[in-house]
């Protein structure tokens, strides 16, 4: 049965929960409550249209939009928080997916829309427009983009702002953590609102009571096996709101330790381990030791078979970049530029095992500048001269083979989802020179030769490289290759079905500009 209308003087008042397809010429009273600006990402300087949720006196709420053709006339109207009486305007279904909240309709301005702000209120009209979902009907809504949700929890962690690219476009997020007493679940804020998050403010506070959030429109994703919140345009976030369920919250955690902490907050496990690489040869499970940061002595033995030692690699983030068309963009940034970058994987074994036969050993990874510092020449430089045998690996590589460093590393990331766990190496410390010298040579593989010492080790070298051991290694970095070289249409066609691929031969010459090609920076625009 249909609740009669409100009277405010002479305007007759229809309820929000009446409103249904013929109220085209209904006047409602309603408080402006989630204002946002939807922009597309390509053209951010543009609003497209405004959202909000409509809230009135009972409590009953609906979206609410102004189309991008109205956005100039009513922005200056409307104002978070205000009320309004407003007449005239169209009603349309629901949407069907990210519903902000539950109701049949949704209201669209028109050009004849009339709002009128008023200050003639009951002191028990709602300030804010929420459902709140508890934590465990939380995880039966993941990946159910249908319906945001509301939740209410403490307030215990807090991160920093953050960047990240989100197809193409960076963008400004902050972690949160929140509990209900039972569980402590992940959210993240995007834009605006992880920007203006107070988090140093709310700390403080925090030192004298509890801070209860208030998380408006967020969904529910799962990583890991994990439940976590991720906000967007749309969501608000209102920190200890006086509504019941956050009055009660404040008065239950007030028996509990409640302070808030910054998230990844300095600790003593961030030092540097020293350790050996017989004790990292026996992890086998590289989550136990991830974050860890080890400072370990070292022996190369060899570059890792199959592996490319350098990619094409995006100038702004150093992302690998993907083939669009007959141009290059990367998928981190957008950028368009790259140039060759160092990804050099070997083996690595402990210096106090030189005499055994099967010495236990790992794989390190020397990327971008850490290459460099290794080799003591230019990614570009290197792979512009290496064009002489297709399945060549440069004499400023494998005359690495042999020699000692202490080196500092720690678990890569990927190699949470490898068979194999991979250390990256962040800093060269020490470089002592070869401990295992060449002393003969015997034909191990077809191309290759087998270097020997006193000692049971084989160091491999490829016979081309072993041969030209004596070379005078300055010589290629004396060659600086021109400046601003647009890489050659036939270099780009030729090395097409190559950089796209994760595990395509980069060494391939191929795929690579020459020396007559060679840039500092490869603008890949066509």
């Not at 949407?95 to 009951?122: C, G, P, Q, W």
């Not at 200890?240 to 956050?246: K, L, Q, T």
């Not at 040869?281 to 989550?287: G, S, T």
Request: glycine content about 4%.
């Amino acid at each position: 049965m249909n609740q009669a209308p409100a009277i405010y003087g002479e305007m007759t008042i229809t309820p929000l929960k009446n409103i249904n397809a013929s109220s085209f010429r209904a006047k409602i009273c309603a408080r402006v409550t989630r204002l946002s600006e939807f922009r597309l990402d390509n053209n951010p300087h543009k609003i497209q249209r405004l959202d909000f949720v409509l809230l009135d006196e009972e409590g009953k709420a609906i979206e609410a939009q102004v189309p991008e053709r109205q956005v100039d006339r009513y922005k200056p109207l409307l104002r978070e928080e205000e009320v309004y009486f407003i007449q005239y305007f169209q009603i349309f279904p629901a949407k069907t997916t990210y519903r902000a909240v539950d109701h049949m309709f949704l209201i669209r301005f028109t050009n004849y829309t009339e709002v009128h702000k008023t200050s003639t209120i009951s002191s028990m009209f709602p300030k804010i427009a929420y459902s709140l979902v508890p934590f465990d009907i939380l995880k039966t809504r993941i990946d159910n983009i249908n319906d945001m949700s509301d939740v209410i929890g403490r307030l215990t962690t807090v991160g920093h702002t953050t960047t990240a690219y989100v197809k193409g476009i960076q963008k400004s997020n902050r972690k949160l953590y929140l509990t209900d007493g039972r569980e402590s679940i992940e959210a993240m804020l995007w834009g605006r609102q992880a920007i203006d998050f107070p988090a140093e403010q709310i700390i403080e506070e925090s030192k004298r009571t509890p801070i209860i959030i208030l998380l408006l429109g967020v969904t529910c994703k799962s990583r890991e096996g994990q439940l976590k919140l991720q906000g967007s345009t749309t969501c608000q976030w209102h920190i200890n709101p006086i509504i019941p369920e956050a009055i009660a919250l404040q008065d239950r955690f007030k028996a509990f330790p409640y302070e808030v902490s910054w998230l990844n907050a300095p600790t003593t496990s961030t030092q540097t381990i020293s350790t050996s690489i017989n004790d990292l040869a026996n992890i086998i499970n590289p989550h136990k030791i991830y974050g860890n940061t080890y400072q370990v002595n070292v022996v190369i033995k060899t570059l890792k078979p199959n592996q490319p030692w350098w990619y094409l690699g995006c100038t702004s983030c150093h992302k690998r970049v993907l083939q669009e068309g007959d141009s290059y963009r990367c998928p981190k940034c957008a950028a368009t530029t790259a140039e060759p970058m160092y990804r050099i994987t070997l083996v690595a074994i402990d210096p106090t095992n030189l005499n055994e036969e099967d010495p236990k050993s790992i794989e390190i990874v020397f990327f971008g500048t850490t290459g460099e510092q290794l080799t003591g020449v230019p990614a570009l430089t290197l792979a512009a001269s290496s064009t002489i045998n297709p399945t060549e690996i440069p004499l400023e590589i494998t005359r690495l083979y042999g020699h000692k460093y202490t080196l500092k590393i720690n678990v890569s990331f990927s190699s949470m989802q490898q068979r194999d766990i991979s250390f990256q190496v962040r800093s060269i410390i020490n470089a002592y020179g070869p401990v295992v010298p060449v002393l003969s040579t015997t034909s191990k593989t077809p191309g290759s030769t087998s270097a020997h010492t006193d000692s049971s080790i084989s160091i491999d070298i490829p016979q081309e490289q072993h041969k030209k051991e004596t070379k005078n290694l300055s010589t290629v970095a004396e060659t600086t290759p021109p400046e601003h070289i647009t890489l050659a249409t036939d270099v780009q066609q030729s090395s097409k079905r190559h950089l796209t691929e994760e595990n395509s031969d980069l060494s391939d010459p191929k795929n690579i500009p020459s020396k007559r090609h060679a840039a500092r920076k490869l603008d890949f625009k066509s």
